[in-house]
């Protein structure tokens, strides 16, 4: 008998998996591969009948080897059915604005992506005295910061949802919660213009969009990206994101403004509405622009504004302001072999901030500011060269004022006019896995303020 004839995609899988035809390229959608299943399972069947002619005719001496062909082809038409449902493990890489973790469903084939980080750390404030248990102030603490969970599901190539479920603190007790952090669908239609709407992270800054623990330098997140730009920020919406020119991104979104409510004389943090019940009287307009030049590896610049009313149609002293709020930003980054750079400047405006501080009858600041810059080098390779681990000491200059100018007849609070000098070493045995240790000195104009040491752990997969 001769040799059962096979037609192409039984080839293409016994070739792969035989030897026979390295070259042949893995399907690059999932209706390639559906198809090639299809047309596999159709030719199983169209063996199994052969061998079982074959096998009332044993003087033909071919039943080992369709029995081997008709097994081999039959298995790796399990893997592929398996494939459909479970992916293999995605690069982490960043991509649309996400970390790396939480960009997993976009590298999917199809269906459900689960990813997460962590974070955990020992605070051990150095130069207090005293200790409120209330409050927490003043205490050394143990703390899990928060575990994050990032669900996903590709339905479509064109249509994807992603969220972020954040626990912090590890309770719902004693000032933890669980919160969406963010939870969106992506249409993808043109790489110069896709949709996303649902709940969305603001996209300012650095750490805004990419917050996992593994991807910036210290235990604690930059007080400028707390303070200034109040992160983690986000608020219902709906806007475009795409590549509008080679190397030249872009992010705008529609959202609900802030609510001046929860704005005070440490700046406009209170005033995010997270999706909760928000306020929706006053919309706002928030864009993005990042520059990342091939030619550059490693480089990014990147600005970014919001613009928008915080009044809400409330009562401020009798009068309904619209609390015109304006927040501007500017970034920079390089990474280039073990060293990484990066610097950022924020400043803000805010109307009718006296109608504001005669009802709150505490001073909110006319406008804000803040910057940092900050280094680091990692070491290990100029020690042990063929190392794939990650040590890495670095330093962060802050400088911010929440009211950086105080309405007329208003005093200014000068503890909000701070300084931060910080150092530390970032360790990661993996790039999944990072151990942080650093230590902050605080100054303000208003006096000294305790200095903390700090040290901790993160994950991400």
């Not at 790396?100 to 689960?114: E, H, N, T, W």
């Not at 669908?185 to 790489?191: A, E, M, N, S, T």
């Not at 990474?335 to 006296?354: H, N, P, T, W």
Request: aromatic letters at 12%.
């Amino acid at each position: 008998m001769n040799m059962l004839t096979l037609p192409l995609p039984a080839l293409l899988v016994l070739g792969i998996f035989c030897g026979t035809a390295g070259a042949v390229e893995k399907p690059q959608t999932m209706e390639e591969m559906w198809k090639i299943i299809q047309a596999q399972q159709k030719q199983i069947d169209a063996m199994s009948k052969n061998l079982e002619k074959v096998a009332n005719k044993p003087e033909t001496g071919d039943i080992a080897e369709l029995e081997r062909k008709t097994t081999v082809l039959t298995e790796e038409v399990e893997k592929m059915r398996t494939d459909l449902v479970i992916p293999e493990e995605p690069e982490y890489k960043s991509q649309y604005g996400l970390g790396p973790a939480a960009s997993k469903v976009y590298q999917v084939d199809q269906g459900l992506s689960i990813g997460a980080y962590g974070e955990a750390n020992y605070q051990a404030i150095v130069g207090d005295k005293d200790c409120n248990y209330q409050n927490g102030k003043g205490c050394n603490n143990a703390d899990f910061e928060r575990l994050v969970m990032y669900l996903g599901y590709k339905f479509t190539d064109s249509i994807i949802f992603n969220s972020e479920i954040e626990f912090e603190h590890s309770t719902t007790g004693r000032g933890g919660s669980v919160s969406v952090e963010f939870a969106a669908l992506d249409f993808f239609i043109d790489p110069m213009a896709n949709i996303r709407a649902g709940m969305l992270l603001i996209p300012m800054g650095f750490v805004n969009l990419i917050h996992e623990p593994p991807f910036f330098f210290g235990n604690n997140r930059p007080e400028v990206e707390r303070r200034i730009i109040p992160s983690t920020w986000r608020e219902i919406g709906v806007g475009l994101f795409g590549e509008i020119i080679p190397d030249l991104t872009y992010t705008t979104y529609v959202i609900n403004g802030m609510n001046a409510e929860g704005f005070s004389p440490k700046g406009i943090r209170g005033g995010r509405q997270k999706g909760s019940q928000a306020l929706a009287e006053n919309l706002a307009f928030v864009g993005r622009l990042d520059y990342a030049p091939t030619s550059v590896p490693g480089l990014s610049i990147g600005t970014s504004m919001y613009l928008g009313n915080s009044g809400q149609n409330q009562q401020y002293a009798g009068q309904k302001p619209d609390v015109f709020t304006q927040l501007y930003e500017a970034h920079v980054q390089w990474k280039y072999k073990g060293l990484e750079l990066r610097a950022l400047g924020s400043f803000g405006f805010i109307d009718d901030a006296d109608i504001l501080s005669a009802a709150k009858g505490q001073t909110i600041g006319k406008s804000n500011y803040g910057w940092y810059t900050e280094v680091g080098y990692d070491i290990l390779p100029l020690i042990l060269p063929d190392t794939t681990q990650y040590l890495a000491p670095f330093f962060r200059y802050e400088m911010y004022d929440t009211i950086a100018s105080a309405p007329a007849g208003f005093e200014d609070d000068p503890f909000q006019d701070q300084k931060i000098f910080q150092f530390g070493l970032q360790y990661k045995p993996i790039p999944n896995v990072v151990i942080k240790a650093d230590y902050r000195n605080f100054t303000s104009k208003g006096g000294q303020l305790p200095d903390d040491f700090n040290i901790g752990l993160g994950f991400i997969y």
